[in-house]
């Protein structure tokens, strides 16, 4: 039996591997509470799907809470050989105890992969555009962000680095992490930590759009607004 070259591989399926959580983590002062995973979802089996979960009116004792929150995958194949899935979470008018606000978090990454490129590409490429902190506000003052470029690329940039002409520029990928707002007596905001899963594979990304580690009279550390994404084709069938 002979073994097929590079130039006759084919792609026998490919894995969709999403994952989202709108809020994750804890309160730890003055009284001790689990804040749990809030509307986690993940693709199921590496297959197409889409999957979505929302919740309102949140609130724990008037010390952690959100008007609405959503979390939403979607994984499909169009045209034959793409196949796309979008991770999204969403908290919106989110409150830690008085001096903290925000309006709006959304978190959200697009993976975008081409089997006609297998097998001489396994990955999809990702960006996170359309991932966004509106209205956050310390103490009553809005705070300015400094979020990477590739939170804001406009559609036609989006396309051409999807397509693979933009595979050499460092702008489309993890790298710089802003730094962290820092507020005495209440604790240090960290928000856009947009990585890779493991700085050698580069394949899976992940993004927590705001995490707070919090230590004055409120003490509690958590992620509003997490997403994971990749894919990847698998071997031939029956190699």
């Given amino acids: 039996m002979s073994t097929p070259t590079d130039t006759t591989l084919k792609l026998g399926k490919y894995l969709f591997k999403g994952h989202a959580i709108a809020l994750r983590g804890s309160i730890r002062k003055p009284y001790y509470q689990e804040l749990g995973n809030h509307l986690e979802i993940s693709t199921y089996a590496g297959s197409l799907g889409l999957m979505r979960c929302s919740n309102r009116d949140f609130s724990v004792s008037n010390d952690i809470a959100y008007e609405s929150a959503s979390t939403e995958i979607v994984a499909e194949q169009f045209d034959g050989h793409i196949f796309q899935s979008i991770v999204t979470a969403r908290v919106e008018n989110l409150r830690i105890g008085n001096r903290l606000t925000v309006q709006e978090v959304v978190c959200r990454l697009r993976s975008v992969y081409d089997a006609r490129d297998y097998p001489q590409r396994v990955e999809a490429r990702i960006l996170p555009t359309g991932s966004t ?64 899963a493991h700085p050698q594979e580069r394949r899976r990304q992940h993004l927590t759009m705001l995490r707070l580690a919090l230590g004055s009279d409120l003490g509690a550390d958590a992620d509003v607004g997490f997403t994971d994404n990749d894919g990847s084709g698998w071997p031939p069938l029956g190699s």
Avoid: C, N, S
């Avoid at 705070?143 to 702008?171: I, N, S, Y």
């Fill in 133 to 196: 902190i509106k209205g956050l506000r310390i103490d009553g003052k809005e705070q300015e962000l400094d979020l990477p470029p590739a939170f804001f690329h406009d559609e036609k940039t989006q396309d051409a680095f999807l397509r693979g002409q933009l595979d050499g520029d460092p702008v489309h990928y993890p790298g710089r992490i802003p730094e962290p707002i820092y507020v005495k007596d209440l604790g240090t905001i960290f928000y856009a930590e947009w990585v890779w």
